[in-house]
């Protein structure tokens, strides 16, 4: 039985450059760490953005279990010699992702609610479904919520949404998606992951979620593809097919 559905945020819930995006924080928080370590802004922004790469790349030891915002402080202080883990440098990060990145949203990075997004939460929450926000756990809550303001998102009743602080691994690693659901108490088989990315919001390996999927292209492993107001509006067709594709894996002989 479906339970719960999980949103992905980037293009998905919120249209937004995110390359521009990322971008403007990377150089924000590489000066940032120039000043604190007293390092060149190059030298800083190359480790800033090794670490990040890693991260994302999920390049630790299948036994590595700290959280991702405990990998990043260990290899900042590794790479960089800077802890972030001091409570006045942590401080200093807090004020940046609290104060000052909510007003970079300019006309390049562009961030607003994507046509089609609180409808679709709006159907799903109706329906009774559980909901979760399964965005890609590479920033901090504070990075997070910054662009959940910008979508209009605060207010959604999610609940569970991952973060550097509460998750060890990031997409599309199977293991980022399987621990999330234990934290919800549920089973891949209850779930239905809607996103945009078809590198990211496609558990790999196969772990037993379906995607609704909402970018370019039709990726096959996709129970469902069309716009986030296709979702909103054709929510039935959705079901449906996740029922349709529940019914052939059960079928199928182990």
């Not at 479906?2 to 590489?30: C, G, H, P, Y």
């Amino acid at each position: 039985m479906l339970k719960a559905v999980a949103f992905d945020m980037d293009d998905t819930l919120l249209s937004i450059n995110l390359t521009a995006f990322i971008a403007v924080f990377a150089r924000d928080e590489a000066r940032l760490l120039a000043d604190i370590g007293r390092k060149s802004p190059l030298a800083a922004l190359a480790g800033l953005g090794g670490v990040l790469h890693d991260l994302n790349a999920n390049a630790r030891a299948e036994s590595d279990a700290r959280t991702n915002r405990a990998y990043v402080d260990d290899e900042i202080e590794r790479r960089l010699g800077i802890p972030l883990s001091d409570p006045v440098i942590a401080d200093a990060f807090e004020y940046y992702e609290r104060e000052v990145l909510p007003r970079r949203n300019d006309g390049v990075v562009a961030a607003r609610p994507r046509p089609g997004a609180h409808e679709a939460v709006e159907e799903v929450v109706d329906r009774g479904l559980r909901i979760a926000l399964l965005t890609n756990p590479s920033f901090s809550r504070a990075c997070i919520e910054c662009r959940m303001a910008w979508g209009g998102m605060l207010d959604m009743p999610f609940e569970l949404v991952t973060t550097m602080e509460n998750s060890t691994r990031c997409k599309p690693d199977a293991r980022y998606y399987l621990e999330s659901l234990e934290v919800l108490g549920l089973d891949p088989h209850e779930v239905l992951m809607v996103g945009n990315d078809p590198k990211r919001d496609i558990p790999f390996p196969d772990c037993g979620i379906q995607t609704a999927y909402v970018g370019r292209g039709t990726p096959p492993r996709a129970t469902w593809c069309g716009s986030m107001e296709d979702f909103a509006r054709n929510f039935d067709e959705v079901e449906e097919r996740f029922y349709m594709r529940a019914e052939r894996e059960a079928g199928r002989p182990r």
